[in-house]
């Protein structure tokens, strides 16, 4: 099952088009929009099995590279679509402001970020992955959208995921931005 998120917007994406799929974890989201006929490259920081265990005719669909944020080679005007699925939370402010330059150059004019995150913490928050975590507003993060996008929408997210329902008074969000900008 695809996050609700994509769910939500999947039917402003046509079969062929392609999709950038940042911090990618299980791959459900690659994995959906693939089986949808959408060209997906995606992206996250730890081998991820699931890319090697793929049917034939999903593996011509779905590029995955194990790498960062910061070595990821963006395509300019590539993408119809970017996810990035509970990732900022993880990110330092200079890195989330590389990211968000980068999604507006890599996005086609007619594109559109799909982004979730938590206010604090995620799935990486246990005792046995040591990664930091960062707090961010909502009025940070939809101000620095809006900057480059025309249009952006907020809404509450889910509380829980596949794999580990939040704690600790958690807020989620999920944000649709279209028709970019250039990064000021």
């Known amino acids: 099952m695809p996050s609700i998120l994509v769910s ?7 079969a062929n088009d392609y999709v ?6 299980n791959g ?25 265990s793929l049917p034939e005719e999903l593996k011509k669909k779905i590029h995955f590279r194990k790498t960062n944020i910061l070595e990821y080679s963006y395509t300019p005007s590539q993408y119809q679509a970017i996810i ?3 990732v900022i939370q993880y990110l330092d402010s200079q890195e989330l402001h590389f990211l968000i330059n980068k999604i507006t150059e890599s996005l086609k004019p007619t594109g559109f970020l799909l982004l979730s995150y938590n206010t604090k913490g995620g799935i990486f928050n246990r005792k046995e992955i040591d990664v930091p975590t960062y707090s961010y507003e909502i009025k940070y993060i939809e101000t620095l959208l809006k900057k480059v996008f025309k249009n952006v929408k907020v809404s509450e997210g889910s509380k829980k995921s596949q794999h580990v329902n939040y704690t600790d008074n958690i807020i989620a969000f999920d944000i649709f931005a279209s028709d970019p900008q250039c990064w000021t």
């Open 84 to 86: 990035v699925a509970r």
């Open 8 to 14: 939500k917007y999947q039917d402003k994406l046509r």
């Open 28 to 52: 459900r989201n690659s994995i959906y929009l693939a089986e949808q006929g959408m060209n997906v490259d995606c992206f996250d920081v730890i081998d991820l099995q699931w890319t090697k």
């Open 20 to 25: 950038l799929d940042v911090g990618c974890g």
